[in-house]
């Protein structure tokens, strides 16, 4: 199985501040990459997928890069509903995923 | 864009079943795949496993091969999640969660709202 390994567990930040998140492929994945953010009780949202490409209505200051095995999620400043835990999910073992095991961004 | 509505809360027994529900509207059935996640309390998400309707298909992690079954039914547009031998830590909040049929590139971008399950005696 292909294990996904997100740095770092938690994070803190403030508001308009710039925040990378990476996560690592246990083996190259191309970019069969996608990334969520998940708000307390609430379902995940899909903000990028394919590793690069913005999700329909996902603000801009939100962008991913990588390929292979390491990938990074940017937040170019932060806003204060930006504080949400963030997922990544491998596509490439299709049928079969696995996601990455979250950051958990908050505010400082 | 499709809309995806679970069914409600459950509390089971151990060693029990559970069938979650999954109905979805405002799209074509079977021009998606359907998938299930997890998250225990506290926890991150868990990939469970998925159905193509189109071809009723399904796939499972490894871990839940044989106490998960993912079944779809065309004429209600709805998919069905049965958990066998539940356990106290099968108590999680399940998603179901679609993405296109025709690709696995797109990422699932529309989630039901989840269904916690309770697993206590």
Do not use: H
Not at chain 1, 26 to 34: A, D, E, G, R
Request: net charge positive.
């Amino acid at each position: 199985d292909i294990q996904m390994t997100q740095s770092p567990s938690s994070l803190s930040a403030s508001v308009g501040d710039r925040v990378t998140i990476t996560c690592r492929a246990s083996q190259s994945i191309s970019t069969y990459l996608n990334w969520y953010q998940q708000k307390p009780g609430r379902a995940p949202k899909l903000l990028i997928y394919a590793a690069t490409n913005l999700q329909s209505g996902v603000p801009s200051r939100f962008s991913g890069s990588g390929s292979g095995t390491d990938f990074s999620l940017t937040i170019s400043s932060l806003r204060p509903e930006d504080f949400s835990t963030y997922y990544c999910q491998q596509s490439f073992s299709s049928p079969r995923y696995t996601f990455g095991q979250g950051t958990k961004l908050d505010i400082k | 864009q499709i809309q995806l509505v679970q069914s409600g809360a459950e509390v089971k027994k151990p060693g029990s079943s559970v069938k979650v529900s999954c109905k979805a509207s405002g799209g074509t059935f079977t021009s998606y795949t359907f998938n299930w996640v997890r998250q225990a309390p506290g926890q991150g998400l868990e990939w469970m496993g998925r159905i193509v309707p189109l071809y009723g298909t399904t796939y499972y992690a490894q871990k839940f091969q044989g106490s998960v079954t993912i079944t779809a039914d065309e004429s209600t547009s709805t998919v069905y999640m049965e958990l066998s031998s539940l356990r106290s830590e099968d108590t999680a909040v399940y998603y179901c969660a679609s993405e296109p049929q025709y690709s696995s590139t797109y990422g699932m971008d529309v989630w039901g709202q989840g269904t916690t399950v309770t697993v206590s005696s």
